[in-house]
């Protein structure tokens, strides 16, 4: 078992495992979906920047808050129920690792738009979204994989679930995009 020591108190490393996970995946899927979106619907790339990083902090927030509000109600019918809370995590931290979680990993779809890879890599128009879907798929695996790290999963397998399930969403939202297109 990970653990970490914070003064005088053990925690385990892994007990914020869902929170990480979810956030980090979740961070990922909506931005990636963002940049798949206009990407299929054949938009201005500055649109991605303008759309991905407002969604990238307001969707971070709301996931946040989504997560303190869901530990709330827990605690808060616990006491109802049973007259105590059986204690659980503090709402205030499992939200803010949900929401650092979503924003640190939900930069990843974004960063080649960010650096202007067809500038700098003198690559062909339209390739910028072909390095964002691999550094999504690179960040998706990864995040899956570090599962391994406190839990019986094999990394191979974690990082592949989590791969094919982001990638899946992409590809959603990429042929939404194309489907609706013609609107903009």
């Given at each position: 078992?990970?653990?970490?020591?914070?003064?005088?108190?053990?925690?385990?490393?892994?007990?914020?495992?869902?929170?990480?996970?979810?956030?980090?995946?979740?961070?990922?899927?909506?931005?990636?979906?963002?940049?798949?979106?206009?990407?299929?619907?054949?938009?201005?790339?500055?649109?991605?920047?303008?759309?991905?990083?407002?969604?990238?902090?307001?969707?971070?927030?709301?996931?946040?808050?989504?997560?303190?509000?869901?530990?709330?109600?827990?605690?808060?019918?616990?006491?109802?129920?049973?007259?105590?809370?059986?204690?659980?995590?503090?709402?205030?931290?499992?939200?803010?690792?949900?929401?650092?979680?979503?924003?640190?990993?939900?930069w990843t779809p974004l960063l080649?738009?960010?650096?202007?890879?067809?500038?700098?890599?003198?690559?062909?128009?339209?390739?910028?979204?072909?390095?964002?879907?691999?550094?999504?798929?690179?960040?998706?695996?990864?995040?899956?994989?570090?599962?391994?790290?406190?839990?019986?999963?094999?990394?191979?397998?974690?990082?592949?679930?989590?791969?094919t399930i982001g990638m899946i969403?992409?590809?959603?939202?990429?042929?939404?995009?194309?489907?609706?297109?013609?609107?903009?």
């Amino acid at each position: 078992m990970i653990t970490r020591f914070l003064g005088d108190e053990v925690e385990d490393a892994g007990g914020y495992i869902s929170e990480v996970i979810y956030g980090a995946n979740d961070g990922i899927v909506t931005t990636f979906a963002v940049v798949a979106g206009v990407a299929g619907a054949a938009l201005d790339p500055a649109i991605v920047l303008i759309l991905g990083v407002a969604n990238l902090f307001a969707d971070g927030f709301s996931m946040g808050m989504s997560n303190y509000l869901s530990q709330k109600s827990t605690l808060d019918y616990e006491e109802a129920r049973y007259g105590a809370s059986h204690g659980g995590k503090p709402p205030a931290r499992t939200a803010g690792t949900t929401f650092l979680a979503f924003i640190l990993a939900g930069w990843t779809p974004l960063l080649p738009y960010i650096i202007g890879v067809e500038a700098t890599l003198f690559v062909t128009e339209g390739s910028t979204f072909v390095v964002s879907a691999v550094a999504a798929a690179v960040a998706f695996f990864l995040v899956g994989a570090s599962r391994s790290l406190v839990t019986n999963r094999t990394w191979y397998a974690a990082g592949g679930e989590m791969l094919t399930i982001g990638m899946i969403a992409a590809a959603v939202a990429f042929s939404v995009g194309m489907l609706l297109g013609g609107l903009a």
